[in-house]
C-alpha cells in the first residue's frame, strides 16, 4: 500500500506561469482534499472531491485556481497565472469513507513562486 | 470566533521531560485528530479521537467532548519527537462535514538533546 502519492515534491515557477499538483490516493480510497499550508501557519481546507465531482469548494480562492479527480488518474490542483502569494506547501489527504477517520495524507508539494 | 485553538503554540524541552498539549474546540467541531509534523513537512495522523483515552508507545491523547478539548500527552521526549503537532476537527454536526479538516494553529515543540 503506497498511501497518498503527491508529485512533484518541489515545484518552482515565476510569477505568471501555470502550477499543476498532482495527487494519486491511497487504493480503493474516492474521497479526496486539497489542504494548503502558508509559511508557519496551519493547513486550510480547500477543495473535496469525489471521482468526476467537485463536492465542496468553499476554501479555494475565486480565481485562478481549479481541481479535478478524474475517472481514470490522479487528482490534480491547478494554478494559474501564480504569484508571490501562492507560495505554500499543498497537501493532499484521502479517506475511504469521507469521513475523518482512516484520513491519511501525502508528502505534500511545495510549490515556490519566484 | 476561533474554532480550534491549540496551547501552548511553542514548547522547549529536555530529552527525557513529559509534556501535555492542549486543544480546545468549539461546539460547531468533532472527530477530533492529532496530526505530527516532522521537521522535513511530513505530516503524520497520531489519533483519531472523538472521545475517551488512546495510547500509542510513549503517546496518549484523551478527548472529553462534553468540555470541548483534548490533550496530547508525550512522555520520555525524544528529539525525534521535535516538529509542530497539530489537532484538527471537522466542522459541523453528523455526517454533514464531508471529512473536512479544520486545524488548530499548531504547538511548535522543540525537543533537545
Known amino acids: 500500500n503506497a498511501g497518498v502519492m503527491q508529485n512533484p515534491r518541489h515545484l518552482v515557477r515565476r510569477r505568471g506561469q501555470e502550477a499543476r499538483l498532482r495527487c494519486s490516493p491511497m487504493k480503493g480510497h474516492s474521497h479526496v482534499y486539497w489542504y494548503r499550508q502558508l509559511p508557519e501557519e496551519g493547513l486550510k481546507f480547500m477543495v473535496y472531491l469525489q471521482k468526476e465531482n467537485i463536492i465542496d469548494e468553499s476554501g479555494m480562492p475565486k480565481e485562478r485556481f481549479s481541481a479535478e479527480f478524474p475517472k481514470e488518474g490522479p487528482s490534480i490542483l491547478r494554478i494559474q497565472q501564480v504569484v508571490r502569494g501562492d507560495s505554500a506547501a499543498y497537501f493532499c489527504?484521502?479517506?475511504?469513507?469521507?469521513?475523518?477517520?482512516?484520513?491519511?495524507f501525502g508528502s505534500g508539494t511545495r510549490l515556490t513562486v519566484v | 470566533g476561533i474554532q480550534v485553538e491549540q496551547s501552548p503554540p511553542d514548547l522547549i524541552l529536555q530529552e527525557g521531560a513529559n509534556s501535555t498539549l492542549r486543544c480546545n474546540f468549539s461546539?460547531?467541531?468533532?472527530?477530533l485528530q492529532w496530526f505530527h509534523q516532522n521537521p522535513w513537512g511530513q505530516l503524520i495522523n497520531l489519533f483519531y479521537i472523538p472521545s475517551g483515552t488512546k495510547q500509542n508507545g510513549r503517546l496518549s491523547a484523551t478527548t472529553v467532548a462534553t468540555e470541548r478539548y483534548s490533550l496530547l500527552y508525550i512522555s520520555s521526549s525524544q528529539t525525534t519527537d521535535s516538529g509542530v503537532y497539530f489537532c484538527a476537527g471537522l466542522m459541523g454536526a453528523g455526517g454533514t462535514s464531508y471529512g473536512k479538516l479544520t486545524f488548530g494553529q499548531g504547538t511548535i515543540l522543540t525537543v533537545h538533546p
Open positions: 489527504a484521502s479517506s475511504l469513507t469521507g469521513t475523518a477517520d482512516g484520513y491519511t
Open positions: 461546539d460547531s467541531v468533532n472527530n
